[in-house]
């Protein structure tokens, strides 16, 4: 048998080479498609904070608009908070906004009754709690400058939202305003004037 010629050695390896590349190709082809695959799905996670919220009745109305104030003047209205949040909550009630002439603010006891029944305009039905019901009995003054936010505030009133055994998030409270003139107002009150805004806090607990 004669010895291929070196043209014809040459020839075979370049044939060889193509050749070469194909069967690993091949070999590459079903390594990349040889692999089993199994997976496990959790379900996509959603996160809704809860929330605290108040209404109130007053239909953006004042409590009061007193005029021709004199000693022994008084008056009395209700006011229904409700809560609807969903997170237990505490209510503190304080004043803002507090302003006086002539000292008039002074010499006006304010009394703060929380119960239920009754609402803005009109206390009939109105019933004090059985228990802690008062929450302020001072002069207007007195309660302007000492209660000023939520944490030094009046009031326990602790709503509940959807924890525990409540099954609504709806929850209201009464609370009773008086005023009254102090009967022994010096001559100096005479065209005084005081105000005071009222803001009730729901902050979770």
């Known amino acids: 048998m004669s010895r291929p010629t070196p043209r014809a050695a040459r020839l075979a390896a370049w044939i060889a080479i193509p050749a070469a590349l194909v069967a690993s190709g ?69 004043g803002t906004a507090a302003a006086t002439t002539n ?28 228990a802690g019901s008062s929450l302020y009995n001072g002069t207007l ?15 326990n009133w602790a709503p509940t939202g959807t924890t525990g055994t409540q099954t609504t998030t709806s929850e209201t409270r009464v609370y009773q305003v008086s005023y009254t003139v102090s009967n022994a107002a010096p001559n100096t009150t005479q065209s005084g004037t005081a105000s005071l805004g009222l803001t009730w806090e729901a902050q979770n607990s």
């Open 103 to 130: 000292n008039l603010a002074s010499n006006i006891t304010l009394s703060v009754v929380q119960g239920t029944g009754g609402g803005f305009g009109s206390c009939s039905g109105f019933t004090p709690l059985a």
């Open 26 to 94: 091949v070999v590459v082809s079903q390594a990349s498609y040889s692999a089993f695959s199994s997976t496990t799905v959790n379900p996509t996670s959603n996160w809704t904070a809860g929330s605290v919220a108040l209404t109130d009745d007053d239909s953006n109305t004042a409590l009061f608009t007193a005029t021709n104030l004199k000693p022994g003047s008084t008056g009395t209205n209700c006011i229904a908070v409700t809560s609807t949040g969903t997170l237990a909550s505490t209510v503190k009630l304080y």
């Open 141 to 155: 003054a007195g309660f302007g400058t000492s209660y000023t936010n939520f944490s030094n505030g009046v009031g």
